[in-house]
């Protein structure tokens, strides 16, 4: 009995840039399977190992982090 599904996503961290993978969601079946993208009907989370940032979408847009001061060096993803 698993409590999330892997989603087949990659992006660089929006604050150090290094590739952050691993992401999770509790959207779907829950199963321990391997999703993709466009299959996950809620969030998809995950942490940047580098510098331990919390990378979060909902519904295709980044709610976190947010650039709330023009901190982060690249634009956020999906917003």
Same mark, same amino acid.
Not at 35 to 39: G, N, Q
Not at 41 to 54: F, I, L, P, V
């Given at each position: 009995?698993?409590?999330?599904?892997?989603v087949?996503?990659e992006?660089?961290?929006p +604050?150090?840039?290094?590739?952050v993978?691993?992401?999770?969601? +509790? =959207?779907g079946?829950?199963e %321990?399977?391997v $999703? %993709?993208?466009?299959?996950v009907?809620?969030?998809?989370?995950?942490?940047?190992?580098?510098? +331990?940032?919390?990378i979060?979408?909902?519904?295709?847009?980044? $709610? =976190?982090?947010?650039d709330?001061?023009?901190? %982060?060096p690249?634009?956020?993803?999906g917003?």
């Open positions: 009995m698993g409590m999330f599904d892997w087949e996503f992006m660089p961290c +604050k150090c840039g290094e590739r993978g691993g992401f999770q969601t +509790k =959207s079946k829950g %321990l399977g $999703v %993709l993208p466009y299959r009907g809620g969030d998809m989370y995950a942490d940047c190992r580098a510098c +331990k940032t919390w979060e979408f909902e519904d295709g847009y980044m $709610v =976190s982090p947010i709330e001061g023009n901190d %982060l690249m634009p956020p993803f917003g």
